[in-house]
C-alpha cells in the first residue's frame, strides 16, 4: 500500500508539474484584469510543414530571401487577420523541411470551413522543390499565450530579417522554434490527458487554480512575449514542438533556475522523466534543427482580448466540426 501511495504521489506530481509547464499562462501581475489576457480561448497558432527535396535546400533558401524581402515582403501575413508568422528552416540532413507559423484571432477562422486546410493552402512560398508532408500526422494546438506586453513592429510592411532589429539597429526579440519527443508508454498517455485537459481550459470547464498565481511569478522574470505548444501524433511517437518569442531566449532559462517557483522545479523533474531527451527545450544555448529564415508581426498586433477584432462577440470558440483540437 505505501509503495503505491508512493507511485501515485510522485506520478501525480509529474502530470502536475508537466501540465504547468506546459500551461504557463501569460499573466503579468502589472495587469488588473485577468479577462484581458489572450491565450488559446481568444486566438489561434497554426504549424505547416512543408518538405523539401534534400538536394535544393540551398535554392529554398534563397527562394525564400527573394519572396519574403523582396518580391512580397508581406507573404508571411497573407492570411487575412494573421498577426504573428515566422518561417523556420528545419535543417535535418535527411527530411528538410520549410515550417511556417501563423497566429491569427479565433474570431478570423470562425466562419471558416476546415481552418487547417485553409491555412495550408496559404503556405507563403511555392517552389518545384516543396512536397506535403505526411498527412497521417495529428497535431493540437495545445498552449498559445500572449504577453499583453509583447512588442510591436515599426515597420511598415510588418516584415524583419532573421536578425530582428529595432529603429537602433540592436536586436529586439529572440524567436526559436524546439522539438522534443516524448517516451513511449505513460508519458505519451500523459500527453493525451494534457492534450484533454486544454480541451476543457478553452472551454471554460477547467480553472488551473494556483497554477496561474505561480505562472505569472515566472513570466515576470522570464519575459517571454509569444509561447505556443503543438503536439503532432503519429507512428514514429509523439513530437512536441514549442515556439518562443522572448525579449531574450538566455534570460528565459535564467529565470527558469534561478527559483524555487513550484512550476519550474516540479516540471523540470516531470519533463526529464517524460521526454526522450529532454536537453534541446530544458538546456541553454538551445539545441534545434530550426533555423528561423523570416519572422513578421502587424503594426497593431494584438496584446490584449479588447483589442482582437470581434472581443465584445464572445471568445470566439470554433465549432465543433471545425477539427481545431
Known amino acids: ?10 506520478l501525480g506530481g509529474l502530470v502536475f508539474g508537466t501540465a504547468a509547464w506546459l500551461h504557463r499562462s501569460l499573466r503579468r501581475s502589472d495587469i488588473s484584469s485577468t479577462d484581458e489576457f489572450i491565450d488559446e480561448r481568444h486566438m489561434w497558432a497554426f504549424l505547416v ?19 519574403m524581402f523582396e518580391d512580397e515582403p508581406s507573404a508571411l501575413l497573407s492570411l487575412d487577420g494573421a498577426t504573428t508568422a515566422s518561417l523556420f528552416l528545419n535543417r535535418d540532413p535527411t527530411t528538410p523541411e520549410l515550417v511556417w507559423y501563423v497566429e491569427l484571432p479565433r474570431s478570423a477562422i470562425a ?30 494546438l495545445l498552449v498559445h499565450a500572449v504577453n499583453p506586453l509583447r512588442p510591436r513592429t515599426n515597420v511598415s510592411d510588418g516584415v524583419v530579417s532573421q536578425h530582428i532589429t529595432g529603429a537602433g539597429g540592436e536586436r529586439t526579440v529572440d524567436i526559436a522554434l524546439v522539438s522534443v519527443w516524448f517516451t513511449a508508454g505513460l508519458p505519451e ?36 512575449y509569444t509561447e505556443t505548444l503543438f503536439l503532432e501524433r503519429s507512428a514514429t511517437g509523439y513530437e512536441l514542438l514549442s515556439y518562443m518569442e ?36 530544458l538546456d541553454y544555448p538551445l539545441k534545434t534543427d530550426f533555423e528561423l529564415l523570416a519572422h513578421a508581426i502587424t503594426p497593431n498586433r494584438p496584446r490584449r482580448v479588447p483589442e482582437l477584432p470581434g472581443h465584445h462577440e464572445g471568445t470566439g470558440e470554433p465549432r465543433d466540426g471545425d477539427n481545431l483540437g
Do not use: C
Open 1 to 10: 500500500m505505501r509503495i503505491r501511495s508512493r507511485r501515485g504521489l510522485i
Open 246 to 281: 522572448a525579449d531574450e531566449i538566455q534570460r528565459v532559462y535564467d529565470a527558469y533556475y534561478d527559483t524555487w517557483n513550484p512550476v519550474a522545479r516540479v516540471s523540470e523533474i516531470a519533463l526529464n522523466w517524460a521526454l526522450r531527451d529532454p536537453s534541446p527545450i
Open 49 to 67: 510543414r512543408r518538405r523539401i527535396d534534400p538536394q535544393h535546400v540551398d535554392a529554398i533558401r534563397e527562394a525564400v530571401s527573394k519572396a
Open 111 to 140: 466562419d471558416w470551413d476546415d481552418p487547417e486546410v485553409t491555412v495550408s493552402e496559404a503556405f507563403p512560398l511555392t517552389h518545384d522543390a516543396l512536397a506535403d508532408t505526411d498527412d497521417t500526422v495529428e497535431r493540437k
Open 189 to 224: 498517455r500523459l500527453a493525451d490527458w494534457f492534450t484533454d485537459l486544454t480541451h476543457r481550459f478553452k472551454t471554460g470547464e477547467l480553472n488551473l487554480g494556483p497554477i496561474e498565481t505561480w505562472s505569472v511569478e515566472m513570466i515576470d522574470m522570464e519575459n517571454m
